[in-house]
């Protein structure tokens, strides 16, 4: 609803709403703001569409503090919805999806779920490992020569890939965990300590061709997830990348399992 009273507080916006509406069908939730963007409005969410229905077309117009109210339907389904007829990771995906139709979410990129935007980010991480790859082999020194001329060879300097960097000076560079090829294994990092397989089977097993999440002995925050093929881990690494788990609501890291 619009052309609300933008200098009532909330609570008391929200408490005359709620006595008003209460009479179509049962509230499960009203959301009201008081950022730039939101002054003004304010969302209802009733447990069906009838009272809905009964409500945009019997309050039409009504006065409340001193100003016409104009009703309509949402264009999206609310996040009190979406966490009523489905699961924690249905919830997430709906907020990243909203908030990067806003153009409001950092991670924008993880948040689409259509067919298009799957096959465009999976096209782009296998680009960019294919990349990472390449950097790799331009890092590695040449074999020294074995001919008369082999002690007077220069050493060659090693062409330093953007974003790579040696795991210990004698090694090789390593690619970074954002662009490992994607695999049937995923890798996911920050876990609440108290986190054991039963949740995370709940996030993860909604996915293509789960097998098994393993954590690691002795290891709090960790843990690997199976899948019977890249598909199904592919889905799970857009779906889950960043997702807020726990009390203190951290984002967990997800990438693929290095090779």
Known sequence: MKNLEESIKIDSLIEALTEIFSEYGNIIDIVARKNLKAKGQAFI?????????????????????????????????????????????????????RLAEKG?????????????????????????????AEAQKKLKRPAAPNGPD????????????????????????????????????????????????EGLTTIFGRFEGFREVRLVPGRKGIAFVEYETEVGAISAKQATAGMSLGEEQKPIKVVYQRQ
């Open 150 to 197: 082999a002690g007077n060879a220069r050493p060659v300097k090693t062409a330093r890939g953007a974003g790579l960097k040696p795991s210990n000076p004698a090694a090789g560079a390593v690619v970074p965990e954002e662009y490992l090829p994607p695999n049937k294994i995923i890798f996911v990092q920050n876990l609440p300590d108290d986190f054991e397989v």
């Open 104 to 132: 409001e979410c950092p991670h924008a990129q993880l948040a689409y779920f259509t067919r298009n935007a799957y096959l465009y980010y999976d096209n782009l991480e296998r680009k960019q490992a294919a990349e990472a």
């Open 45 to 97: 969410v009733f447990d069906g569409t009838e009272a809905a229905e009964r409500a945009i077309k019997e309050v039409q117009g009504f006065d409340l503090f001193e100003k016409p109210m104009v009703l309509d339907y949402a264009k999206t389904k609310s996040d009190a919805t979406v966490q009523r007829e489905g699961d924690l990771v249905d919830l997430e995906s709906h907020k990243r999806k």
